[in-house]
């Protein structure tokens, strides 16, 4: 398997935006880019803990919820 430190997540049949999602993650702290029109791209960094991750990821998840 290879190990990466990013994470691309495919929005194409989500119920709202790309630019969306990342105004909304954004307004709660989140970073990340695109890597296409419908593609969002997430980078870790070496000083980001899987506790980090696990926060980051409810948040996500409660962003979804709320702009879906």
Do not use: C, W, Y
């Not at 398997?1 to 630019?19: C, Q, Y």
């Not at 997430?42 to 990821?57: G, L, N, P, R, Y």
């Amino acid at each position: 398997a290879v190990e990466t430190n990013m994470v691309m997540v495919d929005l194409t049949k989500a119920p709202f935006t790309t630019d969306r999602f990342l105004q909304s993650i954004a307004a709660v702290g989140i970073k990340a880019g695109t890597s296409s029109r419908h593609v969002v791209r997430f980078v870790t960094h070496k000083d980001v803990s899987f506790e980090d991750m696990d926060m980051a990821i409810e948040l996500i998840k409660t962003v979804v919820q709320e702009i879906s």
